[in-house]
């Protein structure tokens, strides 16, 4: 089964790094990894699709707990989220199958965003299940190329996770050193 | 002495804003972590640190220790704090200098033993260009470490000091690196200690669940035939005593880990001793016949584990752990109580019911009587055979009224000393037993030494382990130190000969080992020693080693073919184990009764 999990990190240089490095060191089956800025700036956030049953889930989240820069770590996958993939696109055309193409992205409520003569690219936005299908009917006009972000998620409402407000010490301490460095993050 | 959680001692150093150079920044640090004596070696990045060394070195506030290769530098500072439960420092130079640490370091992290190695690095403007002895030690050392840092600011490196402190000590201990660039140890800046450590998400001692050790406590009122499997962690938390309470109101045998030996005294009457691959039979079969097994500060590594479907099948299983990751990570228990041993034992204590455990524990005796007649120490003394000198070992230093300290190598001769030495007390064997690295022995026992020069410390090594970091016998002498030393020496690569016996068809590949002349080698370094070759001679070497100040070096040529015993194949129940030979059978195991 597919887990969601939402990590929060500090944005520290090599955080990437150890975060994947435990990850493949552990041996565990990351479907997809994406890392974005989070609401708080100077903490990064990371949406992780975890193929394997409850108990490796669970042994993901407490590995990456122990990672010293992640600031917080949940399991979302039985709250109701907003599950949301990007992908762009490039499909092969001719005059007699570009219509169809650009009928089939707006069914999907895709966007034609770069239109050559051999050529056209479809952004699709929705969940992986919508991409994959809309990706599936694409395919026999021939894809040249494409680019998927993987999985990002923000849960519902009353549903968000129950995170800690950041403590700013940390930041004061360095701000104090260095005058301005990591920042005030109030 | 061990690592349990306390509040930060003041070290007397003034921790307000002061000038300071990066290279100062660095003793200064130490010296409010309350650190004294540091592992090094010099190089061209660490040279500004070393440089600023002089004035501490001069008024005796800081001692540096040079070692003869960097690996034993990180070894040294994990058997220092292996033996004085606090952070064993050690620092050396970028490139080599610090590659060569990264043994070291996994060594001590696989462990759980709070190390600081601290790394020079090639200056900033020249990281990623592949300058001279650079290499990425931040990316090399991740996976073996706690935590680390790269420090490229110098208005960062007093907050990163501190923090490696916090984290490599906080918890569960580790090992933190920190990597200096070089101008940042030349610049100066503003020195400051005063401030808080905040490190969200980083929690190192969770709070336990009184509903846990309530359940806890329900299942073990509950049991008939209960066992305690106690591990490293009740030595780190220093819980050796209250572990002995509960042993004794609930009548609970105990079974340890290799890192857990001595948690309970191996006299009493209810410890079984190590269990796992050379654990005794007797222990081996409890786990499996218990029907409640409590883990306590262990992490049901496979060599204790064996199958792990065939693990303890019988039985109900409460994870006492501070990690939280290490609950259900190989075995999931149905009672797991998350939390420090100096909180948790405490609450359980209570809770427990006074109990006997009668049944059980006579049929684990009985158990044990059949072990002791069908396959324990019955020696041929004809022959000198480890268990024998590992045996006299430990009566020569019941004797001495000074805190024993044993440092085993890894192999043959560090799973009879855990099988033949009786150890009292919990922290008095220094062994690598996750890592199980080579060449831990001689620099480990160093560490220790240093750190309590009147404590007797003994290193007891095969000849393969004690050849891969021999060079530090100079670092003996330099440091002038009382180490004794036992060279287990059988002529082969034992451990890895006995599995080529018994899985390989006794093709022994790459095994047979040459060894120098151990009493001229050590009379290069002008260490006194002696070879013994028969065991008439073994006690009274042993005499002559305690007798002689300074260091002593003893060579015990061995029976070459000796195996160790029990012993459970890899991949197979911890029940299912090949016994020691009949008397009689090869092995210089014979009917002969031994001599003690």
């Not at chain 2, 035939?225 to 045998?253: F, M």
Request: net charge negative.
């Amino acid at each position: 089964m597919q887990y969601t999990l939402v990590a929060w990190m500090r944005d520290k240089p090599g955080v990437l790094n150890r975060v994947s490095g435990m990850l493949r060191r552990r041996n565990f089956n990351i479907d997809s990894l994406q890392v974005s800025h989070s609401e708080t700036p100077g903490i990064s956030r990371m949406t992780f699709v975890v193929d394997g049953d409850e108990r490796v889930a669970d042994q993901v989240v407490k590995q990456l707990r122990k990672v010293v820069d992640v600031t917080a770590v949940e399991d979302i996958t039985e709250r109701l989220a907003i599950l949301r993939e990007l992908a762009l696109i490039r499909v092969r055309t001719t005059p007699a199958t570009r219509g169809e193409i650009m009928q089939f992205a707006e069914i999907y409520r895709a966007q034609i965003v770069d239109v050559n003569a051999e050529n056209l690219v479809v952004q699709a936005v929705g969940t992986e299940d919508k991409v994959d299908s809309l990706i599936d009917l694409l395919r026999p006009f021939g894809i040249e190329e494409m680019v998927r972000t993987g999985r990002v998620a923000l849960c519902r409402g009353d549903e968000r996770p129950k995170r800690k407000k950041q403590p700013t010490s940390i930041f004061k301490a360095a701000a104090s050193l260095n005058g301005s460095g990591h920042g005030d993050q109030e | 002495m061990a690592l349990a959680k306390r509040e930060p001692e003041d070290s007397g150093y003034d921790l307000g804003p002061q000038e300071f150079t990066g290279s100062q920044m660095i003793w200064e640090s130490l010296l409010r972590e309350g650190v004294r004596i540091v592992f090094g070696h010099p190089g061209g990045a660490i040279l500004p640190a070393y440089d600023a060394l002089a004035e501490y070195e001069a008024d005796g506030r800081i001692h540096h220790v040079l070692v003869r290769h960097e690996q034993c530098a990180a070894h040294m500072a994990d058997g220092f704090a292996r033996a004085t439960g606090d952070v064993g420092v050690c620092i050396v130079t970028s490139g080599p200098g610090a590659t060569n640490l990264v043994t070291g370091l996994a060594t001590a992290q696989m462990d759980s033993v709070p190390v600081v190695a601290i790394t020079g690095q090639v200056p900033t403007n020249l990281l990623g260009t592949d300058a001279f002895q650079e290499s990425d030690v931040v990316g090399v050392s991740q996976p073996v470490c706690k935590h680390n840092y790269l420090v490229t600011d110098i208005a960062e490196l007093p907050l990163v000091m501190k923090e490696a402190f916090y984290i490599a000590r906080e918890g569960r201990p580790g090992v933190v690196l920190v990597d200096i660039c070089k101008d940042v140890q030349i610049e100066s800046g503003t020195f400051r200690y005063d401030f808080e450590i905040s490190l969200p998400g980083f929690e190192p001692w969770p709070e336990y669940s009184p509903e846990a050790v309530q359940d806890a406590a329900d299942l073990l009122n509950k049991s008939e035939r209960p066992l305690i499997l106690a591990g490293h962690g009740v030595h780190l938390s220093n819980t050796s005593e209250e572990l002995l309470q509960l042993v004794e109101k609930a009548g609970i045998p105990v079974v340890t880990t290799l890192l857990g030996t001595g948690n309970i005294p191996e006299t009493h009457p209810l410890s079984l001793g190590m269990g796992g691959m050379h654990g005794e039979a007797f222990a081996n079969r409890a786990v499996q016949a218990c029907d409640v097994l409590i883990a306590m500060g262990m992490r049901f590594d496979d060599r204790i584990t064996g199958r792990l479907d065939r693990f303890a099948a019988n039985a109900k299983i409460i994870h006492f752990e501070l990690d939280k990751a290490e609950v259900g990570k190989n075995i999931v228990p149905d009672v797991a109580v998350v939390g420090d041993l100096a909180d948790t034992l405490p609450a359980y204590l209570p809770l427990v019911e006074d109990r006997r455990h009668q049944e059980w524990v006579d049929t684990l005796n009985e158990w044990r009587s059949e072990t002791d007649e069908a396959d324990i120490i019955q020696f041929e003394v004809e022959e000198l055979i480890p268990p024998y000198v590992i045996r006299q070992l430990w009566h020569a230093t019941e004797r001495t009224d000074k805190r024993v300290i044993v440092v085993t190598d890894v192999g043959q001769h560090q799973m009879w000393e855990s099988q033949y030495y009786i150890h009292e007390q919990a922290g008095m064997l220094l062994t690598s037993g996750g890592l199980g690295t080579m060449g831990y022995a001689l620099p480990a026992a160093l560490g220790a030494q240093m750190s309590d020069p009147g404590a007797l410390v003994w290193c007891v090594a095969g000849d393969g382990g004690f050849q891969m970091t021999l060079q530090e016998l100079a670092t003996i002498q330099q440091e002038k130190l009382p180490v004794k030393i036992a060279i287990i020496n059988n002529g082969f690569l034992g451990m890895v000969r006995q599995w080529q016996q018994i899985f390989y068809d006794k093709r022994y590949v790459g095994t047979p080992i040459l060894s120098p002349d151990y009493v001229k080698l050590a009379d290069a370094y002008d260490i006194p020693a002696a070879a013994v070759r028969h065991p008439s001679e073994v006690v009274s070497v042993l005499e002559q080693a305690h007798a002689t100040d300074g260091p002593f070096l003893v060579d015990f040529q061995v029976k070459e073919e000796v195996n160790v015993y029990p012993m459970v194949a890899p991949g197979a129940a911890v029940d299912e184990l090949i016994r020691r030979p009949k008397p009689g059978h090869v092995q210089g195991y014979s009917g002969v009764q031994p001599s003690w």
